[in-house]
């Protein structure tokens, strides 16, 4: 059976060919192999034996990760209303077993990536759970490697279900995006927030940066832009693009830690390098 699309085993996005690198990883917010660009295929993971496992982090919200990680190996996130559900940060696999078990949550009402490192398998998602539009932030249609109808561009700010709220806050993409979920943390808000405000492992603290793994902050301006979008939103609780998360007081913590990088790339703590 010929191979319908292709996944970059570095960042774990789908492509419609395997023609040249993919361009994200080529980009300075990520990276290309010191070995060279690879690929994988669906049928591969599978050989391999990968596999998804769907766990709930609290009522209504589970988070989706495959073992062995792909790609960069995030954690989705199943956002559940009673209206339906949204995919956020769609993992680089996707199987009949995990898709049926997504499905037993509710019909799945949209697919969307936070940004494009977290792509993931969107378009195959979509397939294996009926078709609902994968939002794509507009600012960053150019970096989808693998077009498809499916697709929907949005930009701003859009209601996504009763209660959740998709934002785009730009920074380490300019369609970088979050969601608000209302009713998340027993109704305190949440938070899902991808690496546009990334929780830090001492989970008391988030960055702003441009890109992780080449250590690039964004400038201070922006991360008081970010940090003031969200401060019109309530939310206790914050869950980044990996297993981290900020328990509680985590809309305070977004601004402590905005004001903490802007002193930092303004110079106000030099005195201590």
């Known amino acids: 059976m010929p191979v319908s699309f292709w996944i970059c085993a570095t960042c774990g996005v789908e492509h419609a060919d395997n023609a040249g690198v993919c361009a994200i990883c080529a980009d300075e917010r990520q990276w290309v192999p010191a070995a ?24 209504d919200l589970h988070g989706i990760q495959s073992s062995p990680a792909v790609g960069i190996g995030q954690q989705a996130k199943l956002l559940c209303t009673p209206g339906g559900t949204v995919l956020w940060d769609p993992i680089g696999f996707v199987d009949n077993d995990i898709a049926t078990r997504v499905l037993q949550h509710g019909p799945v009402r949209a697919i969307v990536a ?123 609780r914050l869950y980044a693009n990996f297993d981290t998360v900020i328990v509680a007081d985590a809309r305070a913590v977004v601004r402590r830690s905005a004001d903490r990088h802007q002193g930092w790339v303004r110079g106000d703590f030099d005195d201590l390098t």
Do not use: K
């Open 36 to 59: 060279g660009q690879q690929w994988t295929t669906l049928a591969d993971l599978h050989e391999a034996g990968c596999h998804a496992d769907l766990r709930e982090l609290e009522p």
């Open 114 to 236: 936070s940004h494009p490192h977290m792509f993931g398998a969107q378009v195959e998602w979509s397939r294996a759970l009926g078709g609902p539009p994968v939002l794509v932030a507009e600012a960053d249609l150019a970096w989808v490697a693998r077009p498809d109808p499916v697709i929907d561009t949005w930009s701003s700010e859009v209601r996504l279900l009763p209660g959740v709220t998709l934002v785009q806050v730009g920074g380490h993409f300019p369609g970088s995006a979050v969601i608000h979920w209302e009713a998340g943390a027993a109704g305190r808000g949440v938070l899902l927030s991808g690496d546009t405000v990334f929780a830090n492992p001492d989970r008391t603290s988030v960055s702003f940066m441009r890109s992780f793994p080449n250590r690039l902050p964004l400038s201070g301006p922006v991360a008081e832009r970010i940090a003031r979008t969200l401060e019109r939103f309530e939310f206790d």
